[in-house]
């Protein structure tokens, strides 16, 4: 797919600015130049994204943007332990990332995608990442789907932007529409997985799609990146939710009861106060009051979405502080809170300032190891908590 003499300067070009070559292109007029920048600018890519793929000489890689939008292969191993069986079809194959960490140990794997150019670097691909038995087809999703023999599990990550390329994340809104072919997708395979946008509502989204048995929302270093939603053949029985961040994790069962949570009594002094913040699937699961309920925390208030407890909590899904101290707005209040601090990391939660306006009323620089969070109080008290990075768990 290379000619040699660009191949010979990718290799030796692996480390460069690829601008600075694309501005220097006449110095080797016998090198495919846009082959050769895609590729080099792909492996730099692979390196922090696709550690496996970098590791693997003579793998293609896709014009920039497939990279940027590709799974990560943190994201594509957890989805990895969510297939079932022996068999696995992809419908929306890409490049291929996940489908490469799903595939491994299945006696049957096809990959499905409609581009023939990715479906070309697939057949050049896979046998070099171990799986030479991987089937590549060149088709459309629907179209394969319903020509299919049945298989144990069907994974689709349906295209998210519309025919302007806008983006999309309505499940009817998406191609192919998964929520029409529920019941092919169900009569096809024992178990379903489908990718959606971390945007999606997950509630619209189960009320669309039958027979959900598991919710998975997967953040990386504290960014939601995926929604999953795992469908089984016949389930009417309760959807388990796991909120995922690195190594955090915290699962329920949706509808679970939590018992009333207790309200911090802000009157109290800071002195062995922990402040904790959840992380971002937590924040998209709403399932706060169930978190702090388990963990036996105290809410600041009701939608403030921050806890406390005057011991340490190892286990918390998201960030912990321990509390310097915590004043209102008032000047003087906060004169003696900020004694000393120029830097801090400010954060705001249910309060009616944006976290830079109240950088600037506190007259702070961003940076430095003091957090700073705004927030409200169940009594309507608009209060700053100072907490310590020094600190954290």
Not at 115 to 123: E, K, V
Not at 194 to 222: C, E, F, N, W, Y
Not at 223 to 234: G, P, T, W
Request: charged content about 20%.
């Amino acid at each position: 797919m290379i000619d040699p003499t660009t191949l010979q300067f990718i290799s030796e070009h692996a480390d460069d600015d690829v601008r600075q070559l694309a501005l220097q292109a006449s110095r080797w007029p016998d090198v495919d130049m846009p082959a050769a920048l895609q590729q080099i600018a792909g492996r730099q890519v692979a390196r922090t994204k696709l550690p496996l793929w970098a590791s693997t000489p003579g793998l293609l890689y896709p014009p920039h943007l497939s990279m940027e939008q590709c799974s990560s292969e943190q994201t594509a191993r957890y989805k990895a332990q969510l297939v079932t069986g022996d068999s696995l079809v992809d419908l929306t194959g890409g490049l291929g990332v996940d489908f490469a960490m799903m595939a491994r140990g299945m006696q049957r794997a096809t990959y499905v995608e409609r581009q023939a150019h990715l479906c070309q670097l697939a057949r050049h691909n896979l046998p070099l990442l171990g799986l030479p038995q991987a089937r590549v087809v060149q088709a459309d999703a629907v179209e394969h789907l319903q020509a299919m023999k049945p298989v144990d599990t069907i994974y689709i990550d349906p295209a998210r932007r519309d025919l302007a390329g806008n983006r999309v994340y309505g499940l009817q809104d998406c191609t192919p529409d998964v929520s029409a072919l529920a019941t092919c997708l169900l009569d096809k395979a024992q178990t379903v997985i489908v990718k959606l946008s971390p945007m999606l509502d997950v509630h619209q989204a189960l009320r669309q799609l039958p027979s959900v048995t598991q919710v998975h929302i997967v953040a990386v270093h504290g960014e939601c990146k995926e929604l999953l939603l795992v469908m089984q053949r016949s389930h009417s029985g309760d959807v388990a939710v796991h909120c995922v961040n690195n190594d955090q994790s915290f699962s329920y069962t949706l509808g679970e009861p939590a018992t009333p949570t207790p309200v911090w009594d802000e009157t109290l002094p800071a002195t062995g106060l922990w402040l904790h913040e959840p992380n971002a699937t937590i924040m998209k699961a709403g399932c706060h009051d169930l978190l702090a309920a388990r963990l036996g925390l105290q809410v600041v208030a009701r939608d403030s979405h921050l806890m406390v407890s005057d011991a340490p909590v190892t286990d918390f899904p998201g960030r912990s502080f321990a509390v310097a101290g915590y004043s209102t707005m008032n000047k003087r209040e906060l004169k003696a809170l900020l004694a000393g601090t120029t830097h801090a990391n400010v954060a705001v939660r249910n309060f009616p300032m944006r976290a830079p306006e109240l950088a600037r009323r506190l007259k702070v620089k961003d940076g430095g190891e003091t957090f700073l969070f705004g927030t409200t109080t169940a009594s309507g008290k608009h209060i700053i908590i100072k907490c310590t990075a020094n600190e954290q768990i």
